[in-house]
Each structure stands twice: as C-alpha cells, then as structure tokens.
C-alpha cells in the first residue's frame, strides 16, 4: 500500500498561522501535524509516499526532505509556475487534479492507495480500514466518522445505503436538512483505475467532482464508518482546542515533549526561570532558550515556545505562544494563540500587535528598549495590563 498526503492548500481559514507557515507545517506539540501523519503511516508499513506541494512548498520540503529519518520515502509534486521575473507562483490543481500530475508524470499509483489531508491529527486503524475496502470489492473507499446533529453544519456529509454503498454528498447542511450524520474525513482509499476518470490538465476536486462522478458511474463506491481519533483543525479556533486537548493528554499517543522538571511543568534545553513570587500551574511547556521572570504567573494547559520570553509581573493562561515571543512586564494573555505579530482569540478574533496597548508582546529577539526588571519589581499589587483591554 502507498500513500498521498494533500498539502498543496493555502490554509486561509487558519490565518495568521499560515502566513508564514504552510498548513501542514503548523506545530502540535513543537512538531508539524504532518509529521504526526508520516509517523502513523510508517507504523502500519506504509513507507512510499507521495505528497503534492504548493503555498511555501519549500518548508514542507526542507523539514522532510526524501523522508529517511522517518523510516519512509517521500516525494513532492509541485503545483504552480515560475514567471519570467523567475518568481515562484503557487496554483494548485484540484487534490484530484494532483493525484493525476502525479501518474501521468510516473505512475507512482500502482497498488491501492490511501490519500489523506495534511491537517489532521488521527490514529485510524489503517489495517482494519483496508480490510473492509477490500471485502467489499471497493474502487474508492471514504473514511466517515459519526458527528452529532448540530455539527453537520461543520462537515461535508455523506449519504449511503444500509451495505454503506454511496449514494450522495451534502455540504454543510443544516441539522434538519442532514439525511445522514456521517461526516467525510477527507481520508479516503483509492484503486489505481480510479484515476482514469480524472480528467487531464484541469482543476478537479475530489470531494466535489470526482466524488459525485464515482456515483454517476455507478463505480463500487464505499462509506465506512469508523471509530477513530480525527482533529481537523480547519480554523485558528480548531488550533486552540486540539492544543489544549493535547497538552491535556487527551490523544494517547501524543506526549509533551522535553523533561519534567516539576508536576505538570515541562522544560526544553537551557531555560531560565527565576521562581522568586512566581506561579505555574500545568500542563505548561516552556521551550528551549526561553526566560520566565520573577514574579510571572502561567496557567495551564499553556504551550510556550522556544526562546521566549515572559516577563516579571505578566500572566500567561490557557495559551499558545509561538517561538520568540516576549510578554511584556505586568500585561495578561488568556486563552489567546500569539504567533510573531498578530493573536487570535479563542474564538477567532484576530488582532495585530499595533492595535494592542504597546508593547503588550514582541518579538523577544528585539532588544531595543528593554531591561531586565529586578526580581522584586513585581508585587502582588501590582496592577495587570490585560490584552483584552486592547483598543
């Protein structure tokens, strides 16, 4: 069996992390979500993999590279163009529109196949899940999951008969209108003949036009229903939640990374903190490099990444700081994402640093201006500056 990992996608809707990241690239627990995924397929022997590359194609690339400190093989098919400037455009083709660039190019699609978004956390039964494709004589076989009523409107839905053979899609429908509570999980096992119906050089989506082709052919075109661990994040608010659930154990397979030091307090090399009136309360990460100050409160489940800096007075809670962030003395962040110059609230609102009270946080790699506060300048009356107070 081989593998397909989609990751050609811009990931607007989790803006600002993918402005300088791609989706796949986004960090759970310090390591990229796909790196989560190249694991999980190496475990079940799945070691050729294919993945098709757009938006900042080149981190995907750089971070994986031909795959062999994964156990696997990995290669990249881009999507885009160069101009005559000799810049690099990204155009993605449709994630069928890929899988065809791919075989046409080679033929890597030789053997049953399992194609899989590159921005999700699951731990699927992938044996079990080939298992059944196959019994049923399956061309095409989507993986579902069972959702509540309300949440139909968050997925694309998928319709079948009592054998799970497909019978219609709904994207998004309201609860009353839903005829199934099976959501797509966009993993999905394809046969290699599948990928003649692809048309050649056009955008073409799998979900929304091969999908209800499969089903116009009357192609063997299979639903299962699983029982898995499945974490979309599809929005800077998914983000927040997944963080949260996993620094709070909640995926058995995921674990904080670097050394326990305290109860619920987890350190990377070389950090500093000066405990003198200050509070932790886990589960906190504290990267590599990173400085805690006297007098600093942080609540957990809070993940703060590598050479940040939290400074004497400030209060960190229920957050996610990205790399070299510096929470400014006496200020407060709850429940916020803070990635380089913008936040994101946890539900959604985004914020840049200049519409904040000044110097709320930094870049922790900026010095200009700061000194480091004596270890008794904060006391316990000391007044809070809360970010939410932000004009």
């Not at 627990?29 to 294919?50: A, D, F």
């Not at 994964?70 to 990204?90: K, N």
């Not at 699927?124 to 399956?138: C, P, T």
């Not at 009592?162 to 309201?174: A, C, M």
Request: a negative charge; one cysteine or more; charged letters at 25%.
């Amino acid at each position: 069996m081989k593998a397909m990992i989609l990751a050609a996608g811009k990931g607007t809707r989790v803006q600002p992390l993918t402005y300088e990241l791609p989706k796949p690239m986004i960090p759970i627990l310090g390591k990229p979500v796909m790196e989560y995924l190249v694991e999980h397929l190496v475990k079940y022997g799945i070691t050729e993999i294919m993945v098709n590359v757009s938006y900042l194609h080149q981190k995907i690339e750089d971070y994986f590279g031909e795959g062999q400190r994964f156990g696997a093989q990995i290669g990249y098919s881009f999507e885009g163009y160069m101009t005559d400037d000799g810049e690099v455009m990204p155009k993605p083709i449709g994630s069928a529109g890929g899988l065809k660039k791919i075989q046409e190019f080679g033929g890597f699609f030789d053997e049953t196949t399992l194609v899989i978004c590159g921005d999700a956390l699951i731990d699927l039964d992938i044996k079990s899940a080939l298992f059944e494709h196959r019994q049923k004589g399956a061309l095409v076989s989507i993986i579902t999951k069972e959702v509540a009523p309300e949440k139909t409107v968050d997925y694309g839905m998928v319709v079948t008969d009592e054998e799970g053979r497909v019978l219609s899609f709904q994207e998004k429908p309201k609860p009353e209108e839903a005829l199934s509570n099976l959501a797509s999980t966009g993993i999905y096992i394809f046969e290699p003949e599948v990928l003649e119906l692809i048309p050649s050089g056009e955008e073409f989506d799998i979900g929304s036009q091969l999908f209800p082709l499969l089903v116009e052919k009357g192609v063997p075109f299979f639903a299962q229903k699983r029982f898995f661990n499945w974490i979309d994040i599809g929005n800077v608010k998914d983000y927040w939640a997944v963080s949260q659930s996993v620094m709070l154990g909640e995926m058995a397979h995921m674990t904080m990374p670097g050394t326990q030091i305290a109860e619920g307090l987890w350190v990377g090399l070389n950090t500093s903190i000066d405990w003198e009136g200050t509070t932790i309360e886990g589960p906190v990460y504290l990267g590599s490099g990173s400085t805690i100050e006297a007098g600093s409160t942080i609540i957990g489940p809070t993940w703060i990444g590598h050479g940040s800096q939290i400074c004497s007075g400030s209060k960190v809670e229920r957050s996610i700081l990205f790399a070299y962030t510096r929470v400014s003395p006496h200020s407060s962040m709850s429940e916020l994402v803070v990635c380089t110059e913008y936040c994101v609230s946890r539900e959604g609102k985004m914020r840049h640093v200049s519409d904040c009270v000044q110097d709320s946080w930094r870049d922790a790699r900026d010095r200009r201006g700061q000194t480091r506060p004596a270890a008794s300048s904060a006391t316990p009356d000391t007044p809070v500056r809360k970010l939410e107070d932000a004009a």
